[in-house]
């Protein structure tokens, strides 16, 4: 099991831009795939980003932060990021970072994600 903490949301005017960031402790964080969700109130949970583990060479973004967020990852420092850019008030949410197990390739299908963060709150004002 990995325990993830998120940091790093806010309250943001439309434009801008925020950095997420999920710290990972508790295994070997370099063989996780880590992905990125969301969920707005009164809305399911909705994929946002992945990377793939050790590397983080592959990484897989929803239609809807395409171009504009990007995730990343330092595995010396057991963290993955999703720098936010560009930001809209439909980004408004509680986005929480997610561990999949030994999935070598990103994915944005929840059930695979084994381990989850708290979240963290970004809110996105017009």
């Known amino acids: 099991q990995v325990q993830l903490v998120e940091s790093g949301g806010g309250l943001v005017q439309a434009g801008g831009s925020l950095r997420l960031s999920c710290a990972a402790s508790g295994r070997t964080f370099s063989a996780d795939t880590m992905g990125w969700f969301r969920q707005a109130p009164g809305k399911e949970r909705e994929f946002v980003a992945s990377?793939?583990?050790?590397?983080?060479?592959?990484?897989y973004y929803a239609d809807s932060v395409k171009g504009r967020f990007t995730s990343s990852r330092d595995n010396g420092k057991n963290t993955v990021y999703l720098q936010m850019n560009s930001l809209k008030p439909d980004d408004t949410g509680v986005y929480y970072c997610?561990?999949?197990?030994?999935?070598?390739?990103?994915?944005?299908?929840?059930?695979?994600?084994?381990?989850w963060g708290q979240g963290t709150q970004v809110t996105v004002s017009s």
């Open positions: 990377i793939s583990s050790w590397t983080g060479d592959s990484t």
């Open positions: 997610a561990a999949a197990w030994l999935l070598a390739r990103p994915t944005a299908e929840a059930q695979r994600y084994g381990d």
